[in-house]
C-alpha cells in the first residue's frame, strides 16, 4: 500500500488530546463559562508570561488582532506601514482597515523582510514598520530597530506563526507596539477552530485592546468608542490552555523533524533549505512550517503527490505585491524569483521520523532521475 504523508493532518489536532478536550469541554460547558471567563484570564496571563510581555489579549483571529493593534497604537488614516511581500494577505488587510497605506517590502536570503529595502520603501508618510516572523522564524530585529529609531517610526509584529521563536533570547512579539499571534488550527498552538492574541508592554494600547475587542465597552458596560465583536472563545482558550502545558515539548520535537530534514537533505545541491536549529545562535526557530527552494519545483510537487506526500505553495502561490487588484504596482525582485521555487515540505506532530524519510527519499529519488 503506497505511504501516505499529508501536508497536515486537521483530525490529528483533536484525536491527539480527545480524552482531554472532551474533559475541557464538559468542565466549561457546565460552568456555562462561554465568553470573557476565567479561561480566557488564566490563558492569557500564561501566553504573557511564557513570551515575557506585560499583557495579551485573546481576540477572535490574528487578522483582527492585528488591525486593532495598529488602531490601538495610533495608526492615522493614511499612515504608510512598509511590510514584507512574503506574507499572508491579511497582514497588508489589516493596515488597510486600520486606515493604514500597506507598502511592500523584499526579502532577503531567511526569506524574511529585508532592512534594506524596507528602507528604500520609507517616504516622509511612512509612520511603520511591520516585520512577518515567518514560518516560525524572527527576522533580525536589530537592524528593524535601528531604522525605527533613524526614522522615528514605530514597530509592529505579523507574529502569527512565530510563537515561542527569539532573536537574540526574546521572543518573536515582544519587540515593538504591539503584534499579534495566530491559533488557527495549523498553528503550532492551534485551537480547534479561530483565534488569535495581541502582545504588549503598553498600558495605554492594553487598555484600548481590551475596549477594541468588546464593542467598545469598558469594565463596566458603558460604551465609550467604537469597538469590534472579537474575542477569543473561552471554550477555545480552555483548549489552548490544554496544549500550552507542553509547549516546549512542541517546540523540541519540531525542531528535530527539521533537524531530520535538514540530515537528509544537505546533500542535495537542487535544493535550498530553511536554517537548520543550530545554524545561528542568534536566533531560535520554532518550525511552523518547513519552506524550501527548488530546482524544478512545480515537477518536484507533482512527482512528491504522486508519492502519497502533500505539500504547499503558501499563500496560493503570489507574495502581497503582486495583487494587483488591490492597487500594488511594486517590483520585488528577490521575493518574484522565491515564488517561483518555493515549497514547504510536511512538519507538524502528526509525523513520525518514517514520514520524513520517505519525504526525503522521494526527494532524492526525483534528482537522481533528472
Known amino acids: 500500500m503506497k505511504r501516505s504523508v499529508p501536508f497536515f493532518n486537521y483530525p490529528h489536532v483533536f484525536v491527539s488530546r480527545e480524552g482531554e478536550y472532551l ?20 490563558f492569557e496571563r500564561n501566553l504573557a508570561a ?6 495579551a489579549v485573546g481576540v477572535a483571529n490574528a487578522t483582527d488582532g492585528l488591525q486593532m ?14 511590510f514584507c511581500s512574503h506574507t499572508m494577505v491579511a497582514t497588508a488587510a489589516a493596515i ?3 486606515g493604514g497605506v500597506p507598502v511592500p517590502a523584499d526579502i532577503k536570503e531567511d526569506h524574511l523582510i529585508d532592512p534594506l529595502s524596507v528602507e528604500e520603501a520609507i517616504t516622509p508618510r511612512t509612520r511603520a514598520i511591520c516585520p512577518t516572523q515567518l514560518n516560525g522564524r524572527t527576522t533580525d530585529m536589530d537592524a528593524i530597530l535601528v531604522l525605527a529609531a533613524r526614522y522615528k517610526l514605530d514597530v509592529y509584529e505579523d507574529a502569527a506563526q512565530a510563537l515561542g521563536s527569539k532573536f ?7 519587540f515593538g507596539v504591539a503584534s499579534c499571534i495566530s491559533f488557527y488550527p495549523a498553528k503550532i498552538l492551534g485551537g480547534l477552530g479561530d483565534g488569535g ?24 458596560g458603558e460604551v465609550v468608542m467604537w469597538g ?35 540530515a537528509r537533505l544537505a546533500t542535495v545541491p537542487q535544493i535550498v533549505r530553511p536554517p537548520a536549529p543550530t545554524d545561528d545562535g542568534d536566533h531560535f526557530d520554532v518550525y511552523q512550517n518547513y519552506e524550501i527552494q527548488a530546482e524544478d519545483r512545480d515537477e518536484l510537487r507533482s512527482w512528491l503527490r504522486e508519492r502519497g506526500v502533500g505539500t504547499l505553495i ?57
Not at 69 to 82: Q, R
Not at 168 to 174: F, Q, V, Y
Not at 228 to 256: E, H, I
Open 69 to 82: 493593534a495598529f488602531m490601538a497604537g495610533g495608526l492615522s488614516v493614511g499612515d504608510e506601514v512598509v
Open 50 to 55: 511564557y513570551v515575557g510581555v506585560r499583557f
Open 228 to 262: 469590534f465583536n472579537s474575542r477569543l472563545d473561552n471554550l477555545q482558550a480552555a483548549f489552548l490552555n490544554c496544549q500550552f502545558r507542553d509547549y516546549a515539548q512542541t517546540v523540541a520535537r519540531r525542531r528535530a523533524l527539521a533537524a531530520l530534514y535538514e
Open 96 to 98: 488597510h482597515f486600520a
Open 23 to 42: 474533559h475541557t469541554a464538559q468542565d466549561v460547558g457546565r460552568r456555562g463559562a462561554f465568553i470573557l471567563q476565567r479561561d480566557l484570564g488564566e
Open 168 to 174: 537574540k533570547g526574546r521572543c518573536a512579539g515582544t
Open 197 to 220: 492574541a495581541v502582545l504588549t508592554n503598553d498600558e495605554r494600547v492594553y487598555e484600548r485592546l481590551i475596549l477594541l475587542r468588546d464593542h467598545g465597552r469598558n469594565h463596566d
Open 314 to 370: 503558501q499563500w496560493g502561490g503570489k507574495p502581497v505585491h503582486q495583487f494587483r487588484a488591490l492597487g500594488f504596482k511594486q517590483h520585488l525582485p528577490r521575493t518574484d524569483l522565491f515564488f517561483t521555487r518555493c515549497l514547504m515540505l510536511p512538519m507538524n506532530l502528526s509525523l513520525v521520523d518514517d514520514d520524513v524519510h520517505h519525504v526525503c527519499d522521494c526527494i532524492l529519488e526525483f534528482y537522481r532521475s533528472r
